[in-house]
């Protein structure tokens, strides 16, 4: 009997690279900027993941809707600033080994890669460009077109584009939003643990990886192999 395709989706902010310096800065500028109480950084770190107004409302949730919209624009502008300066290589490196375990998954004819981020379509696509990493990736879920995780839609949308099913999908990724996107979506979940979330905050995850090598063996011990 074939072996059936499988699908492997990625977080991409504190799963596949660490952004957190970008991220921190531009949200201290966005919220300079409108003279506003800077949020901290578990706060901050907590909130990665959600699309950028849903961030905004839960670290401003007395602000109003708009200085949330002008929230969200101050600290899109800054982002985008700041990683002109030294290009999104260098601002959002690759966690150790992320490249060796995309380059090792994508050679498994059966494995089909994909992507599900709180990014825009424009951020995921200048990253993706920095790091070579445009032949990976068949589906690429981006803020633009989905409501923010932990809904399902990006996952369910990623199985669509690829028609694998949840039995054979998994999520990657490092914070709760990941996990909950996951199980709404009825297919695995495995967490990281070098992300902006607590290994405690992945509930419902499969595995919990403490670095890439460990990502192979896990994926033959989720489908039995």
Same mark, same amino acid.
């Given at each position: ?38 949020? /901290? ?27 949330? /919209? ?73 803020? @633009? ?19 694998? @099913? ?7 990724? @490092? ?17 990281? /643990? ?25 994926? /033959? ?5």
């Amino acid at each position: 009997m074939p072996t059936p395709l499988r699908l492997v989706i990625f977080d991409v902010d504190g799963t596949l690279v660490d952004s957190q310096g970008d991220i921190l800065g531009a949200m201290r500028h966005a919220f300079e900027g409108l003279g506003l109480d800077v949020p /901290s950084r578990d706060a901050v770190l907590g909130i990665v993941g959600l699309s950028l107004p849903v961030a905004m409302a839960r670290l401003a949730p007395d602000v109003g809707p708009a200085l949330q /919209s002008q929230l969200v624009e101050g600290y899109k502008s800054a982002y985008v600033d700041m990683r002109a300066k030294v290009g999104a290589a260098q601002s959002s490196p690759l966690y150790p080994g992320a490249r060796g375990s995309l380059e090792q998954l994508h050679s498994t004819p059966e494995v089909l890669l994909g992507v599900a981020t709180g990014k825009s379509k424009r951020g995921l696509d200048s990253l993706i460009k920095a790091h070579d990493l445009g032949s990976f990736f068949v589906t690429r879920q981006v803020a @633009d077109f989905h409501p923010s995780k932990p809904h399902p839609s990006m996952i369910l949308q990623a199985m669509a584009d690829t028609g694998v @099913d949840p039995e054979n999908t998994v999520m990657i990724g @490092d914070t709760s939003f990941d996990m909950e996107m996951a199980r709404s979506a009825g297919v695995h979940g495995i967490g990281v /643990s070098w992300g902006y979330h607590p290994v405690s905050a992945l509930t419902g995850a499969a595995e919990v990886l403490t670095d890439f090598t460990g990502l192979p063996p896990a994926l /033959s011990r989720l489908w039995g192999e």
